[in-house]
């Protein structure tokens, strides 16, 4: 029993700094561990109260630096380098998990009361009265965010605020840079053949297409027009194809072609945004799977078929333009 | 006696939206609903949790594991269409966040 307890501090070295960036970069994103077990923080004694966390750096990097000043225990499980939130859909920050690490670890020697604090997002995970039946602790789900944990505790409850997830312009801007570094194995091959195809205009557009939804999409989500994710990039998409539009009818096209082009160029980009759209989803912090799933059966066909009739649009109005037809 | 009304055992509180189900009838007002909901679906009654705003439901899953009593019902799952889409065209079963997924 007990496999030794490691000392965790409040403070951030410039490692942790940038073991952070690395991970909100998506740079080897299942490495950003910790190692699982019992933690000392500061100088606990058998009183103090228990903290559970997971073994991603960012979720144990948030609990720790939170609890500035208060010593406790935290008791870390192995969630395989994923977040709290994340894992517990998985089952890894789970009632099993948790089970084993508060036997492995010897913690019921360690303190005299028999109680445990969770992340309110680890609930998804956790059976609370399976853990107290297995281990005789009492599971408390503490607030969604570390950073409230000392009102929490000054309070001794939460605050209604304190139990709701929301999605403020800070927690979409960090997700941001995974999102572009993950589209650029399309986008590269993509702006590659557009340029070869149909110059640096055409290429711009690819460009446009995925910043759109993959930079502008999160900022601006709760100010696009429109309901679902999905209906929200297309209108986004429509809007940066108007310049691409705008420039082509300056180019000396007839007024037909121009009106065709124009109709062209949103039926292309309107999808490709309206799909980075939709599978941001599970990026935010409210979308159900029932909901997910009739906008995936909604949207998906009509993309389809805007790509199609817009493809072959552009390719009538190229050849109209240059002769061919 | 509280001016309560009574709940029968068996009622369903069933809605168009989503897949949560709630049997107010089994409810022990036990509170954990209300405290482990990311999006205040269930309220603390006085006699027994409230269903105040299903429309808000993620599927989380979080209030049927912690209830002790059964009283929650939910199909959870994850709401996102990256995994789901990526589940259909590779044939697999398990719709779950993968490492190559979105930033979270």
Redesign the interface.
Same mark, same amino acid.
């Given at each position: 029993m007990g496999e030794g307890i490691a000392t965790a501090t409040s403070e951030l070295t410039s490692r942790d700094r940038w073991d952070h960036v690395q991970a909100?970069l998506?740079y080897r994103?299942?490495q950003h561990l910790v190692a699982p077990g019992l933690y000392r923080l500061g100088s606990p004694s058998r009183s103090s109260p228990v903290f559970v966390s997971a073994n991603y750096t960012l979720s144990f990097d948030a609990l720790r630096t939170s609890l500035r000043g208060i010593d406790a225990f935290i008791l870390v499980l192995d969630t395989k380098g994923?977040?709290v939130?994340?894992a517990?859909?998985?089952g890894t920050f789970g009632t099993e998990e948790l089970v084993a690490k508060v036997r492995s670890t010897g913690l019921a020697e360690q303190v005299d009361h028999r109680r445990l604090m969770l992340p309110?997002?680890g609930?998804?995970?956790?059976?609370?009265?399976v853990v107290k039946k297995e281990t005789g602790f009492t599971v408390e *789900?503490g607030p969604?965010r570390a950073a409230d944990i000392p009102e929490y505790l000054r309070r001794g409850e939460?605050t209604?605020e304190m139990?709701?997830?929301a999605f403020p312009l800070r927690d979409r801007a960090?997700?941001v840079?995974?999102?572009v570094i993950?589209s650029l194995r399309y986008l590269l091959p993509a702006m590659i053949l557009l340029y070869i195809a149909g110059g640096a205009g055409a290429m711009m557009m690819a460009v446009a297409a995925v910043l759109g939804g993959t930079v502008l999409f999160p900022l601006l989500l709760p100010f696009l027009p429109t309901k679902d994710?999905t209906s929200k990039g297309l209108v986004l998409g429509a809007v940066l194809a108007l310049p691409f539009a705008y420039l082509h009818a300056g180019s000396g096209a007839s007024l037909w072609t121009a009106a065709s082009f124009a109709a062209a160029i949103i039926l292309l980009i309107a999808p490709v945004v309206g799909y980075f759209g939709?599978?941001?989803?599970?990026?935010? +912090? *409210? +979308?159900?799977? +029932?909901?997910?799933?009739k906008?995936?059966f909604r949207w998906v066909p009509i993309m389809v078929a805007m790509l199609v009739v817009g493809g072959a649009l552009m390719a009538t109005t190229l050849m109209i333009e240059t002769g061919w037809l | 006696m509280l001016d309560i009304p009574m709940v029968a055992a068996d009622k369903v509180d069933d809605n168009g939206i989503n897949t949560l189900r709630y049997m107010p009838g089994r409810c022990i007002n036990c509170g954990r609903c209300s405290e482990v909901c990311p999006h205040g679906v269930f309220r603390q009654g006085e006699k027994r949790a409230v269903l105040s705003q299903p429309e808000r439901c993620m599927e989380c899953g979080a209030c049927q594991l912690n209830c002790p009593t059964g009283a929650v019902q939910v199909e959870s799952g994850v709401g996102c269409a990256a995994a789901m889409i990526k589940a259909a065209l590779t044939g697999s079963k398990e719709v779950t966040c993968g490492p190559d997924c979105c930033g979270r």
């Open positions: 909100r998506g994103r299942m994923v977040n939130w994340c517990a859909g998985k309110q997002l609930a998804p995970g956790v059976a609370a009265h *789900y969604v939460a209604a139990r709701r997830v960090v997700l840079p995974v999102e993950q994710f939709l599978n941001f989803t599970g990026c935010s +912090t *409210y +979308t159900s799977r +029932t909901g997910v799933k906008e995936i | -």
